[in-house]
């Protein structure tokens, strides 16, 4: 005799613990007999441990409503006086579920319950488009892969699914609407991307999980920045800051803090922003090695390094700023190529306004080159034309700048 180590593997499949699989039997007795049931603690023990190896009747068919499947596909031997061919599982299973009224159309009968299998194909295909987004930024497809990834997700939790899997999805749903939200930032479209976020947050609440609500907070701040919301920006800053993942994990405290200092340092604080800029630094060096959700993967000593200079040139300390972009640079992953993209526009600029004209042209140039002939998302555009701006403004009439013009016109055509 040994443990039902089949029962064990499908009950973590739908994400179901005992207590949780003894509601749910209960459940399908109350259907089955119309009676509520009285399956226990012990009686879940059983199954699971070897101990019973052969279920009495009713319990076999309360797993059966519960896993979809004969009490054989279970680990279990049926009792002889309801034990069927295998054959003729799926028959029988569409019969037993028509027969105790759980479903009012065939097509329900064969509905299997969702588990923690859809939940990571969802969350594989979610990766990929987190990797788009580090590849190229926000663009109109991915905006429209994210929505289906959202509806789909959102398409499971009308079939049978345990409390940890609805969760799950709610997560996923969460993140699905985040991406859309995003690339709409990307791409300079603000309005869209706080319907989207607005969304996002929803599904945040509902899944209760702490990352998720942290990676919303992060997003409502930098969309506030975009619209020149300072005072919301640094609002939610604070939020994510004093999040449950920012407490319970120092990566997170760092990501959240530099939030804090990026909404000082618009709203012209510049004491408060560096300040905040040092405790996210000493926070991301107290973080350990931990599997965290794809989508934080873009955080780390390089994107800190970028943030810094966006702060320290908010600041008008441009030589720091030159500093801090050059190490962003220098670090970030080629995987990474928007936002390696991103911090060379901000070396770009930093250089620019120490006066080092021929050097800061040739390094905006680069930006083109790092993005390898992709259309620039609307925010990296929006940086390429603060310096074309201002390298005419300081020297219109250089050889730099009538280059430059003529790589603007060939890139932006």
């Known amino acids: 005799m040994g443990a039902n180590v089949i029962l064990k593997a499908r009950m973590d499949e739908l994400g179901l613990n005992q207590n949780e699989l003894a ?44 896993f979809g499947c004969p009490v054989e ?22 019969f037993l579920t028509s027969a105790t009224g759980a479903a009012t159309s065939p097509l329900v009968a064969t509905r299997r319950a969702v588990g923690m299998s859809d939940v990571d194909r969802a969350a594989a295909a979610l990766r990929a488009l987190v990797e788009s987004d580090d590849r190229q930024g926000g663009h109109a497809a991915l905006e429209k892969d994210a929505l289906a990834g959202r509806d789909g997700v959102l398409g499971l939790q009308s079939r049978n699914a345990s409390e940890r899997v609805r969760r799950a999805l709610f997560a996923l749903a969460a993140e699905y609407a985040a991406i859309a939200a995003w690339s709409c930032v990307d791409m300079r479209q603000l309005g869209q991307a706080q319907t989207y976020l607005n969304e996002s947050t929803a599904y945040a609440g509902l899944s209760q999980d702490a990352p ?36 319970r994990d120092p990566f997170f405290a760092s990501l959240g803090r ?36 794809r989508w934080a993967a873009f955080y780390g000593s390089a994107e800190l390094d970028h943030l810094g200079a966006i702060i320290y040139s908010r600041s008008r300390r441009y030589a720091q700023a030159e500093a801090f972009a050059h190490r962003s640079v220098a670090r970030t992953p080629p995987s990474f190529r928007r936002n390696r993209a991103l911090a060379t526009a901000q070396l770009a600029l930093a250089q620019l306004r120490q006066g080092e004209i021929d050097q800061a042209t040739a390094t905006a140039a680069t930006v083109f080159t790092i993005m390898g002939g992709d259309p620039l998302p609307g925010r990296m555009r929006s940086l390429i034309g603060d310096f074309h701006r201002d390298l005419f403004t300081l020297a219109p009439s250089t050889t730099y700048a009538r280059d430059w013009a003529d790589r603007m016109r060939t890139e932006w055509s």
């Open 212 to 247: 998720t609500l942290m990676r919303v907070w992060v997003t409502q701040s930098l969309l506030a920045t975009q619209r020149q919301a300072w005072t919301e920006a640094l609002a939610a800053a604070q939020v994510a800051h004093a999040s449950a993942a920012a407490r």
């Open 23 to 66: 509601e749910r039997l209960n459940d399908a007795l109350a259907v089955i007999t119309g009676r509520p049931g009285c399956i226990g603690d012990r009686t879940i023990r059983n199954l699971l441990n070897g101990t019973s190896r052969r279920p009495i009747g009713r319990t076999c068919a309360a797993l059966e409503r519960v």
């Open 73 to 94: 596909e279970l680990g279990f031997g049926a009792p002889r006086s309801t034990h069927h061919p295998q054959e003729d599982a799926m028959r029988r299973r569409t």
């Open 258 to 293: 530099v939030r804090v200092a990026l909404a000082h340092s618009s709203l012209a604080d510049g004491r408060s922003a560096l300040r905040s800029l040092g405790v996210a630094q000493e926070m991301l060096a107290k973080s350990t090695d931990l599997e965290r959700p």
